[in-house]
């Protein structure tokens, strides 16, 4: 997918937004101004009334004493996350995390002993279940990685929350290049010291090669349909030089999900983050100002590093043009 197309398809995507607001009435009566004195006077005993005294006749807000439509964010604060859930979807908006050199070094969390499991914390009809991914055909692909939280078993435990998965392609994606993107997150942290990455699905359209007609289309699995496949992904990328006020490097990236060879550079699915905030309807950097931003491929390079488990342990660093990112170190 071009970044040509990937502009194209945010544009298309933007976001609808809803606002609420609520009925009040004003008892306050502003005396009429003057008249131009070329103009006549009303006649003393009428009444000049403006829309601001007219009391509406109905009260839509009236609906509130029966409780608020929505919709509902369910934000979740837990240790190694913070997420906001699509209830409609049946997926995360987005989940936030933190890593920093010092978490990424700490072993105190072991996959092993962590379990998938349903979010109760959300209204039961409204949650993904265990069920709906059984002989789906799809991965429960992790949003926050789990490898990001060795440093604490709960920590590690709360990246199983299905409202931290979504539905991914395993053989080609889940399990391959989306896994060596987030190994390339947790290598950016030989570079920063602090590093905070927001990862999300996106459902883009697609141009209608019949009719040239743009729609949107994704499956939904479960017994009843109740998770929706996104068509994509994103990562939002914060890379902090760790100084009070200092310079944040900003990447952004988008893979559609399906199987994508590890020869494609990852540059190829990098984009304006504002492309993200169209597509998703969300805002990631409001209050960082431009002067604080640094394109994140243009501070260091962008490729993801695929190698055979002995070798990754190995260290990589070169002299490129720009600086290269360490071999990783990774465990799934």
Known sequence: MSKATLAIIAAASAAAGAAVTAAFYSTRLDPPSPAPSTLPYPAANSTIRTARETLAP??????????FPGPINDLATRKSTVSSFDRRQRNPSWVAEHITPESLLMKNGDRKHSYFVEDASLPERFRAKLKDYHLSGYDRGHQVPAADAKWDQEAMDDTFYLTNMCPQVGDGFNRDYWAHLEDFCRRLTNTYPSVRIVTGPLYLPRRDPVDGKWRVSYEVIGSPPNVAVPTHFYKVVFAEDGKVGGDVALGAFVLPNTPIPNEKPLAAFEVPIEAVERASGLEFASKLPALRRKRLCGEIECSITVRQWAERQKNLLGAPVRPAL???????
């Open 58 to 67: 109905v009260d839509p807000a009236g609906l509130f004493q029966y409780g």
């Open 326 to 332: 360490p071999g990783p170190s990774r465990e799934e």
